[in-house]
């Protein structure tokens, strides 16, 4: 089953960065202890959702300060929004859902033997949509996960010049969010959705000061 998160830290200063890891392991071990399976089917329906819920927009950051609209692609060009869902009672970890329709599909970063993993939602029946920055000029930048910290990874718009942009969830009041993968195994399989085989889930998280 390999190694589940220790979320005990021991001789480490007691600072905001320690108690944030601490606060996302416990959020991570109560999310896996609720059911989460190892092999997943997933495909869920707005129409089926009982709670109330809040929408934020997926955007990554140019460093000159202005925001790039993520999208998710299918392999005719058909673009479909990006959101990040917070439940209307808490938003420490909200899932992160390309919109087809009635439709919510994961959005998660695969395993790849490539240096930068890459970052799609999964259909009901394995088909998978590419994520995507959009420039002001229209060109398209890949969403990957660039690097691994421990249980999390780290999601970034790669420009054709190899510079990294953030990617952040943006609520309608201005408030940020980081969009990370997270994983709950210390192995490089975290699970099976629809018969992809998935490295991490992608979430939007507080953003560490």
Request: charged share 25%; aromatic share 8%; with cysteine.
């Amino acid at each position: 089953m390999g190694q589940i998160i220790n979320f005990v830290l021991i001789n480490e200063p007691v600072c905001m960065r320690t108690l944030y890891k601490i606060f996302l392991n416990i959020i991570l071990l109560l999310f896996m202890v609720s059911g989460a399976p190892q092999i997943e089917n997933t495909s869920l329906s707005l129409d089926t959702q009982n709670r109330q819920q809040i929408i934020w927009h997926i955007k990554a950051i140019h460093p000159d300060g202005y925001t790039l609209d993520v999208k998710a692609f299918d392999d005719k060009g058909n673009k479909f929004d990006v959101k990040a869902i917070q439940d209307s009672t808490q938003r420490y970890i909200m899932d992160v859902k390309a919109f087809m329709g009635s439709k919510e599909l994961p959005v998660k970063v695969l395993v790849s033997e490539e240096a930068y993993k890459p970052v799609v939602a999964i259909d009901e029946k394995g088909n998978v949509y590419e994520i995507k920055a959009i420039d002001k000029s229209g060109q398209f930048l890949s969403v990957k996960g660039v690097r691994k910290s421990g249980y999390i990874v780290h999601i970034k718009a790669l420009d054709p010049g190899g510079e990294f942009y953030g990617v952040k969830a943006i609520s309608s009041t201005g408030k940020l969010n980081d969009v990370k993968g997270v994983k709950m195994y210390d192995k490089r399989l975290e699970t099976i959705l629809n018969g992809v085989e998935v490295h991490a889930h992608v979430v939007a998280l507080p953003q560490i000061q």
